[in-house]
């Protein structure tokens, strides 16, 4: 179906299936015509590549990856959406819906089992409540995707795609970036949503790295490090990691000047290239 995002035609179908809408599950319909497409091409739907979509809604974004990859999976938690996608996708031969909660299902099974010999791009638009619990299920599972483009929350995605070494960076965004490079491919107002959200969004896509991007010699601990110096971000990074993460300061004071790091410096002023060496020498302080 062509007309998904006329709000009269989603209120019939809806109202037929006697389907209300979730705030438990976040859900927002969206509504304008010229978001889905994008998402879809710029995402990287075309020939001979299957593309996975998390949150379905009614179909929308459904309708358009359909039309370009040769296979999609398409994944919704909502049960009482099922019969209204069997109305909406029927016209497409090419669809796969999997009724499942997206953090308890094996992708890697998915993937294998209908993407065998494919590239795979994954296309989501993510209630705001979860977007960077599922972000990052995805990229720490190391699951064989060439991107992953999302609707996130504005501000969100400014932290997703923020430059290490800038205010808005953080340690969520130096995660993503161990494991992706993130681009803001563009704004989408409140407005292109049935019901309306509170706040704007934005489309961002995440280049999964080919080689697996960066290696810490333990990563357990670089993330730990990254969420310590963090954690207390009006404290200057010696004081921040040494009350976060139980150290003694002096041997934080010598593992960051080990790091070739500024004693003075606050995390959101320090590269991934730093916090990796900086994980390193604390690491061997301890």
Do not use: W
Request: net charge neutral.
């Amino acid at each position: 179906m062509d007309n998904l995002t006329d709000i009269g035609v989603i209120k019939d179908i809806l109202s037929r299936h006697g389907f209300s809408f979730s705030k438990a599950l976040g859900q927002n319909f969206l509504v304008n015509p010229t978001v889905c497409p994008r998402i879809a091409e710029l995402g990287g739907a075309e020939k001979g590549v299957g593309a996975i979509e998390i949150g379905t809604g009614v179909g929308v974004l459904t309708h358009e990856l359909a039309k370009r990859a040769d296979k999609v999976v398409a994944i919704e938690i909502d049960s009482r959406l099922i019969p209204v996608l069997k109305e909406t996708l029927g016209e497409h031969n090419n669809v796969t819906i999997i009724n499942d909660d997206v953090m308890k299902l094996d992708l890697h099974k998915v993937i294998k089992e209908h993407f065998q010999g494919m590239d795979v791009v994954l296309c989501a638009n993510l209630p705001y409540y979860i977007t960077s619990p599922i972000i990052m299920m995805l990229l720490e599972s190391r699951l064989p995707l060439k991107s992953i483009t999302v609707m996130v929350q504005k501000e969100a995605g400014t932290r997703l795609c923020a430059e290490m070494g800038t205010r808005e960076a953080g340690a969520v965004t130096a995660a993503v970036r161990y494991y992706s490079e993130p681009e803001l491919l563009f704004n989408v107002s409140r407005g292109s949503f049935m019901p309306s959200p509170n706040v704007d969004s934005c489309v961002i896509k995440l280049n999964v790295h080919k080689d697996g991007g960066f290696k810490a010699a333990d990563e357990e601990f670089f993330f730990k490090t990254v969420r310590g110096a963090f954690s207390q971000r009006r404290k200057n990074l010696l004081n921040s990691l040494s009350s976060s993460m139980g150290i003694e300061k002096a041997k934080v004071t010598e593992a960051v000047a080990a790091a070739d790091i500024s004693p003075n410096a606050r995390p959101e002023q320090l590269s991934m290239e730093d916090f990796l060496r900086l994980a390193e020498s604390l690491k061997q302080k301890m």
